[in-house]
Each structure stands twice: as C-alpha cells, then as structure tokens.
C-alpha cells in the first residue's frame, strides 16, 4: 500500500522526503499542499497533522510529521540500502548530529535568505533593509563554514564514503537561497565538489525534476498573485524581519 | 566517557539525566559558559562550534544533545530499556517527530523567554520591552499548547505509557523559562499531571540534582556581571535580542 506524502516542493523538507521516496521506489502518492494558497490550513489537512506544516506523511491510520522522523521512518519501514542510515555506531552518531544541527542553522539561515532576499520584496512588496539583508547572508555563510569545515572536512559525504540522509537534507535546504538568486557556490570548491556527488548519487535527472518549482521562483514571483499570501504576512515578517 | 556540561543548558540536562538514570558512567567536565569558558582555546579543540553538551568517548568527539541521547542509547542498548527510543516502528517515528520539532518551537521559545527574563538587564542595561516580552511568551504559549494537544493528547507520557527520550528532552526545556519564575504550568493540569510522572519516572532527586543550578539563576546576572568575560558575551547576546 503507498503511502500519502503531503507535499509543497517550494518546500526544502518536503524535497529530501520526496527524493528520499523516488530514489528508493518506495511507493507513494504526492498530495499537493499549496502554500502559497494557505492549504495548510484546510480542515482535511488538520486531520493528517495538527502542526499544519509540510511535509506529512500518512501510512493507512498513521500519520507523521517533520522530515528527519519521516526519512527515518521510510529507511526503517522500507529497508533501504544501510548508507542512508548506516547501522555503524559512529556514523550514524554523525548523521543525527547533522540532522539535530541544521535546524537552528542551515535550514534558518538559508529560508531567511529565500525569505528577505525574494518573497518578502518582491510578493509582499515590502522593503528588506540592507542591513538585515547582509546580516542574514553572514549567518548563512557562518552555517555553509560549518558545514564545510566540521561536517565535511575532507570526506567526500557528511557521514564518510557515502550518501547519507545528512547530505540529502542538507542540499535541499542549500538549495534554497541559490533559487532566490544568491551564488552559495561560487568561491566555495569543497562545497561545489560535494553537490556534484550528493546529486551524482542522487541522479541529477530525479535532483532537477524535484528542484524545479523552487528553481522557478526568480521568474514566478514577478507574475504571482502576492494577496494571497497577506494572511500569513504578519507571522512572516515578525519571524523573518 | 566524558561528557562536557554546564547544567544550567538545557541539552546538558537532558544529556546528565539520562545517563545517570540508566547508569552509564561518565567523567562530568565542567564548561561554565557564565564565565566563558566556552570561548577557551582548550575547549575550541574539543568543539569548534563552543557549544555545550558535547561527548567525548574515546577519540571520538559528538555534538548535538539528540544525537548524544542516541549514541549513548546505542551503546549500551543491552541494558537500557526499550522505552526510551522503542524499537517498534511508529511509536520510535514519534519520539523522532518530538525530537525534530522541539527545536524551533519550545526550546527556541522557552529559551527566548528565559534568555529575556534572566539575562537581557545584565546584558543590555536596561528592562524588557514590554512588547517584546509578551511576544515571546505568547509564541512559547503557543508551543505548550502544541505540546498538550497534539504531542501529549490524552497519553501520559508523549509517546504511550512510558517515558522517552522525547518527555526527557521536553521537561528540561519547559523548566528554563520556569526557573525565572514564570509558572508554565498554572491553568495547565494535563501539563502539571505530565511533568510529575515524568519526575518520578527519571526519579525525583536526580531531577532536582539536574535542576539546582538553573533554579538559582537569579544570581546569574550578578555572577556575570562579576565576571571580565562580559563584555567579550555582551555582543552576542545583543544579536539575540535584537
């Protein structure tokens, strides 16, 4: 029986899980949450997860949220190959280490930058001081420093010799200021080297595929409807701003 | 083992009390972060990222106090029990559900509010702004009825019938804004009922071990102020509160 995967790919979390699943056969079916469209407030929606946040994933009566306990969740159920999560002690110590980390990291840091940089100028129309512009674009800086220089340092995956739910967590949501138009890559080697393993391991055709929506955002946000997102502008500007 | 802590941090609480509650020795090293031991040259080999709690068993170096929780787990998983990270798929998918939100909701929120309410005169000269404060507590408000309503339901512990690494990582993090003051759990039973079994689950004076530090932290602001590394903390506390 697939299992339901609730999903926005504008979304960092919900790429890792949906790549996670199509690298893996798992079958599944996508449910499309807008939220753009403030889908994840719909009455149904509540029903799959009270958090009212993307991904979500629903297995006949069970339901689940947050990518890290999905991925975990889907290696588990579906036995995927033991890189993903390997059952050595120590790296998967490092796995969770990343996976604990980047929360208050890489995913805020980069998400802001998508946020100030993109959406909040150019849908919600108001004006991002430079000052917080730039501050923003250090702390992702400090987090992509890190990631290079205690996750990676000089092996070639963040867990060792191969592709780990850690690396496939963290290109999503590195991914996401490159969409809003900032050059992550340019100047950073190690950090280039690593993306072209984490997508060769992936298969650039099924990385691209997933990427699409959010690599569109440049272009689509000169044509969206920004009154749809007033409702949330509030809460986004006093978390972001 | 080594286990490096300052137990006025949430996530070395969670890291110390378990260890100790299913006996796993351990050599307790002190980083006392009042005084900015975190910024030693010492401490930087140990950690790049000069945070606490982190674990040193043998050569090998780990952060991150969930990922310590499940190191630890592993290792000696003959004899810690099954509860506390089951082996039965959905129930351990919720403890991981638990351990993945916590920390941009109630230890991003309970941290703000106690950072606000025990730190921010110290550090910025002068009282809250009362906006500010009331916006933090509502958000942590918010949190904690998340907590009760989805995480809890009407279970006693988050994930069934006994406690988990995810109440563990919960009742540290909800004691932080506590221990300023604010009583979290007025007009909270389900939340007061949770937080005693978890007490007597994990025992109630190695709780109250955990936790002595933190209780006293009305004399943290005089402790720092004390102290020659304010001004080396000052500025990235006020990145924080801005």
């Known amino acids: 029986m697939a299992v339901e995967l609730y999903l926005d790919l504008l979304s960092q979390p919900c790429r890792s899980v949906l790549i996670f699943a199509k690298k893996n056969n798992i079958p599944h079916e996508v449910k499309q949450v807008s939220l753009m469209d403030g889908e994840q407030h719909r009455e149904d929606f509540g029903k799959v997860s009270l958090i009212r946040k993307v991904p979500a994933l629903q297995d006949g009566d069970f339901c689940l949220a947050e990518s890290p306990a999905i991925l975990l969740y889907l290696a588990r159920k579906f036995k995927t190959p033991d890189h993903w999560y390997p059952a050595d002690l120590q790296q998967c110590a490092r796995i969770d280490e990343y996976l604990s980390w980047q929360h208050c990291a890489i995913r805020l840091h980069g998400s802001k930058v998508f946020w100030l940089k993109l959406m909040i100028p150019e849908v919600l129309h108001v004006e991002v001081p430079k000052e917080k512009m730039d501050a923003a674009v250090e702390e992702l800086n400090g987090s992509l420093k890190l990631l290079e220089e205690k996750f990676l340092q000089d092996r070639p995956f963040i867990a060792g010799d191969h592709i780990s739910l850690a690396d496939l967590v963290a290109i999503v949501e590195v991914m996401q200021p490159v969409a809003a138009g900032l050059d992550v890559f340019g100047g950073r080697p190690k950090l280039s080297a690593w993306r072209d393993r984490v997508q060769a391991a992936i298969g650039k055709e099924l990385f691209d595929e997933v990427h699409q929506t959010v690599m569109g955002s440049q272009e689509r946000v000169k044509v969206m409807d920004g009154s749809k997102l007033e409702f949330s502008k509030a809460k986004i500007l006093k978390f972001f701003m | ?242």
């Open chain 2, 1 to 242: 083992m080594e286990l490096y802590l300052d137990l006025h941090s949430q996530p070395c609480r969670s890291v110390f009390l378990f260890a100790k509650a299913v006996g796993i020795p351990f050599e307790f090293k002190l980083v006392e972060l009042s005084a900015g031991h975190q910024y030693s040259e010492e401490f930087g080999k140990i950690n790049i990222m000069r945070k606490v709690p982190v674990m040193k068993d043998g050569s090998f170096v780990l952060t991150e106090s969930v990922a310590i929780l499940k190191y630890m787990l592993q290792k000696h998983s003959s004899s810690v029990a099954d509860h506390w990270y089951p082996a039965d798929l959905q129930q351990r998918a919720c403890v991981n559900e638990y351990l993945s939100w916590q920390h941009m909701n109630l230890r991003a929120q309970g941290s703000k509010v106690f950072l606000l309410r025990a730190l921010f005169p110290v550090i910025m000269g002068s009282e809250v702004p009362k906006e500010k404060m009331d916006a933090a507590v509502q958000d942590l408000n918010q949190s904690l009825q998340m907590l009760e309503d989805k995480f809890l339901q009407n279970k006693p512990f988050i994930v069934g019938d006994k406690i988990s690494l995810a109440d563990l990582v919960a009742i540290v993090e909800i004691m932080q804004p506590v221990a300023t003051g604010l009583d979290l759990f007025e007009g909270r039973p389900k939340l007061t009922t949770w937080r005693e079994r978890v007490k007597k689950a994990i025992g109630e004076k190695l709780f109250a071990e955990a936790h002595e530090v933190i209780m006293k932290v009305g004399s943290l602001p005089q402790k720092m102020e004390n102290n020659s590394n304010l001004e080396l903390l000052k500025p990235k506390f006020q990145k924080l509160f801005s």
